[in-house]
């Protein structure tokens, strides 16, 4: 039988030989972490590869991502179908699932997409968070699980951390448990360079349990996880190690960290490791070792497979680990607002969805960053997911835009929730990083953004969102939706929750007329735009846009008609869905590209860039390209042009201009 | 003479008088803080109303900006010459320097924007690392003051506060003094439902020196203000306070926090305060006090103005402050670089313009979120700006992309230093809540970007910029550069330096080739775009590049012209400066934007959403309109369509399409 430091070895060997074929990558990280690596994996981690989807499986994350090498080490050498070997000799080539950074989308095994430091600790709090309410829910029978995650000084400096900590802390997340891996250095040198702190006092401060041990020693890091297990607060391991462990010249410093170690480094650590083999070669005694290591989880799997057979909400639970979202509330939902239209905000028309959306749906579990008031999030029978009552269905997540977000993809990831969660728009500045990282791992959750235009009002061009609608429907994958009355509001939902991955819905803080008050047989909203109202003449004009600016729009377009110029007006609540319709929509609901006989105006609160794309260049974009200011919301309106009068005079002047009549 | 209390009860009076006129506003801050901030203002702050920017005062930061009222309160009645009391009267409507949140652009005596929770906290922290450098350089005699701070729970919440915090303990920033409004409420009600932790423990294990008092005993907090001062380290004044105080019926709950408290408990608190006053008037004692209080600082000020008339660097030290920035370092560079091109990736480039640059201007402050050799941001000259050494102009900031950020907005707006510090470009999204913050205020940094693109190659899609040049260019008054080679980073550094606001250099990490080979009369790069290579032959295609593709342009304008296509290159390292040239100049570039005769066609390693504005909708937009992978650098451009080949073959499909001959 190897010893561990020999297994531990097989990770360091395989980290440096592919960063060193790759000519780039990461080999510090594997090299030091790979001891601890080793006695999680081997003696504590509960998990199989031959279903690396078991839905109660442990939650592994490596929040230190740019140490790639280890988690596919690991998993190639516990037994995952991948990577295999030749996967790893083509570490960071272009189609091999061993990306630079780990990513979910490549390699089952991988929990979440890490890199951006910081967010997979984060992620891991919302797996956390979902383990404990799933097991509220269903019974230690089916959820009993724990989430590990390898941390480095990044994802412990990073602001992230602060709030994703903190929450962790305040939720007594007990099952959550983070290996620190304390090398005392970063890419710019010694962490002396840039902190000062005692790193466990501050965690103890927040509610953490600590507890050190030698790093590089993994029985000693078997007897900090036991006593972390023990301990009811979540874990915060301080392992002592030495960066790029077995590089005799090189460890213990800034070097090891983010290139490769060099032919002759390698070499010299080949001997000091007492590793006399070819490249990527493993002994048969060593693999041998690890995939019995590998093969621990099979019986309790088993078991578990059994005990889910027999259970009661068997089928419940796996109807929800699939994530289906049976969308029977929409239509009675809009039945009534059809016979009852209501004028109210669309944060207001969005908590009215919700509360159909959570009781069809028991998935999802709602919270906000500090705004539940203000982000209308909170349906009425929903109680607080808190360290007294992992039932609920709401969280509190205090003043942390980012770690709110960040853990909702953890959530999601982690499956068997739908999570979602508000703030104002503007602060999507703050969450913007894990909105992205949930986008490219397609996490289905829900951004519930309020207050999204100067329509808010007083509070002034610190929290007047701008920029943000265009600068988020740029970001990949993610659909923006904004909603221009209830009925919009409730089909926006409908799309969001039937999408794969992310959707964020745009909501106004002022109140909007229903726009839309004869019953449809489809989802309007969810084709991205639509006739919303076609003109009975010639059409000379086709006003576009969304959310409350769709008001203006058939005001001026009702201006327009008197003067006998006919005007279409289109409500475009998420340009990403109209795009990702077939051209023949497209070219019906937006004709004559060239303005010269139809003239195409957008509307909308916010930058104008970006709407050339649906106007053309020689189209009128009516919108604001500098900062709002702190006045009612109608002073602001008037003042920024955007007025039923002002858009009308512009779109004269503009026909006038183009020679249009 | 007036007791503390009823100058504390003025500040009340008028917040909630405010609030109640403009229906809207929180009354709870100013409330419960107004004692601490009476014994601040009438006792320690080094301030002199009638000269608002004399360099040597204290800097106050409202961190909890949405108490907004406190400031204005204060400003006023301290007698700075606004806010007048109509101002006041017209607390939050259009026009009055009063807005919802304190705006530095509105009001002399506001040292920056606050609202967006955290970040008046971290530009504090930059506004105290400011003062110690110029301290180190210029000496007690010209520089020699604080940096005072009211923040509330948000701002300790907040991911950026742990960077902030963990900056300021690092660096031993002992006259920064935080007072905490620990009112143990936010807006979703009572701080239990979503923080428990030990505050000040935490903020210990992070280097900083921490007491407690009654908030709401002004004579209190000025002892614990006094034993603040005496500490070496910075300060966290844990300030117990009751939100909304006087408001009898309503104080302590969450009510106070952002409503009017509603005429009923105004005259409630009325009475409660002992203030038998109309709406907005100040009793003449009161008036007077707070006058006494606010000539506090006159004669100190004089006598540094007269320290400052007879200091040997005087001259010098006011010529910093104004923040002129010479450019006479630029001509000689770029002879310098016509004279030897240089093949090399604009990080370096970028490195190369830093030698010249921080040689002539003294004021730079360099640093990078721990990304020091790979965003090339520290010269040779360079020390380390630490606790041992203020003097210094490189500060490792540690993995802190929105900490610095902010902080370096707090140096800007100190003045006397002109701050620019580095991170990955996909890391803008980590900080752009600072960088747009930064922009509102039109603070002076440059935030410099490497690794712009896919052109970084095997980190992978979490690395990868593809929306972020987009989605910063959106950003109101934000210059983003991205310059193609080294002569583009030079004028674009020169341009960033003679920019009032921020600005963002987008820098590659792969060489590029030096295609700006003879010396020009102007700053080209300043136009936003230019004609990079004019076509001989009759125009038929306009290439428009940035950065890294404009080599790309050339090679496909070069495989055209072969083909006897006549064929312009566009180099466009700004987009915002070229939409502010005057029209004439626009339409050389671009002529006929009906993409009949000649085809316009953008070419740029990231999103193709916002190009249409340059190519039109029948141009063509080469670009990424989808996550990035990881692979060598040329395979990715390859893989994504970006070589002259397949850009050759999309342009000459696209004529053919488009009937152009």
Chains 1, 2 share one sequence.
Request: net charge negative; with cysteine; aromatic share 6%.
């Amino acid at each position: 039988m190897p010893t561990q430091r020999r297994l531990a070895n097989a990770i360091r060997a395989l980290a440096m030989d592919a960063v060193e074929a790759a000519n780039s990558g990461h080999p510090g990280m594997p090299m030091g972490m790979a001891d601890a690596a080793t006695a999680l994996f081997t003696r504590h981690l509960k998990y199989d590869p031959a279903d690396p989807k078991w839905p109660d499986r442990d939650r592994f994350v490596l929040s230190a991502g740019h140490g790639s090498m280890l988690i596919y080490a690991l998993l190639h050498l516990t037994g995952y179908a991948r990577p295999t070997i030749e996967d790893i000799r083509n570490f960071r080539q272009l189609g091999s699932p061993c990306a630079g950074h780990p990513e979910n989308f490549e390699l089952p095994g991988i929990e979440c997409t890490t890199g951006p430091l910081g967010q997979g600790l984060a992620m891991a709090v919302g797996m956390a968070i979902a383990e404990r309410h799933l097991n509220a829910v269903y019974g230690d029978d089916l959820v009993d699980h724990r989430t590990w995650v390898i941390a480095g000084d990044g994802c412990l400096m990073e602001g992230i951390n602060h709030e994703a900590m903190g929450l962790a802390g305040h939720l007594k997340l007990g099952r959550l448990i983070v290996l620190w891996d304390d090398n005392r250095i970063t890419i710019d040198g010694s962490t002396d360079l840039s902190r000062k702190e005692d790193v466990c006092a501050r965690h103890e401060a927040m509610g953490w349990h600590t507890v050190e041990c030698d790093g590089m020693d993994s029985a000693k890091v078997s007897k900090a996880i036991e006593e972390a297990i023990a301990d009811e607060r979540p874990s915060l391991i301080r392992c002592r190690t030495i960066i790029g462990y077995g590089a005799p010249n090189k460890q213990g410093t800034a070097a090891t960290h983010g290139s490769p170690l060099g032919a002759d480094e390698v070499a010299a650590a080949r001997k000091e490791l007492g590793w006399n083999l070819a490249p990527f070669e493993i002994p048969d005694d060593v693999a041998k070792a690890w995939k019995e290591a590998g093969s621990r989880g099979s019986s309790v799997r088993a078991d578990w497979e059994k005990r889910l057979a027999s259970h009661e909400k068997g089928k419940e639970f796996t109807a929800r680990q699939a994530g289906v979202c049976d969308d029977g509330w929409l239509k009675p939902y809009l039945d009534k607002l059809i016979a009852e239209p209501a004028k109210v905000a669309t944060r207001k028309a969005s908590e009215m969805a919700l509360e159909a959306i959570n009781a069809a749906l028991p998935s999802t579990i709602g919270g906000s960053a500090d705004l539940t008031g203000s982000n209308n999030t909170k349906t009425k029978a929903m109680q607080p997911l808190d360290a007294g009552n992992y039932a609920g269905r709401y969280i509190y997540y205090g003043i942390r835009e980012f770690g709110m977000a960040a853990a909702m993809n953890g959530m999601a990831l982690h499956g068997g929730v739908l999570p979602y969660g508000g703030t104002f728009l503007v602060f999507s500045d703050y969450s913007r990083a894990a909105i992205r990282l949930g986008a490219l791992q397609t996490a289905k959750v829900v951004h519930v953004m309020t207050h999204d235009s100067i329509g808010l009002g007083e509070d002034g061009p610190t929290h007047q969102p701008i920029e943000h609608l265009q600068s988020l429907r740029v970001i990949p994958g993610l659909h923006v939706y904004r909603p221009a009355d209830t009925v919009e509001t409730a089909e926006c939902w409908a799309a969001a929750l039937a999408n794969d991955g992310p959707s964020l819905l745009a909501l106004s803080r002022q109140n909007l007329p229903q726009v839309r008050t004869k019953a449809e047989g489809e989802n309007l909203s969810a084709k991205g735009a639509y006739r919303l109202k076609e003109t009975e003449g010639p059409r000379k004009v086709i006003l576009i846009a969304t959310g409350s600016e769709v008001e203006i729009a058939l005001g001026v377009a009702k201006e327009l008609e008197g003067k006998g110029i006919g005007a279409d007006v289109v409500s475009m609540p998420c340009t990403e869905a109209f795009d990702a319709q077939e051209a023949a929509y497209r070219e019906d609901i937006l004709p004559d590209v060239s303005n010269r006989e139809i003239l195409r105006v957008s509307i909308e609160a916010g930058t104008t860039t970006g709407w050339e794309r649906y106007t053309g260049l020689h189209g009128l974009r009516c919108g604001i390209d500098r900062f709002g200011a702190s006045a009612p919301a109608p002073d602001l309106y008037d003042h920024f042009g955007l007025t039923v009068p002002k858009v009308t005079e512009r779109v004269l002047d503009h026909m006038k201009q183009r020679g249009i009549q």
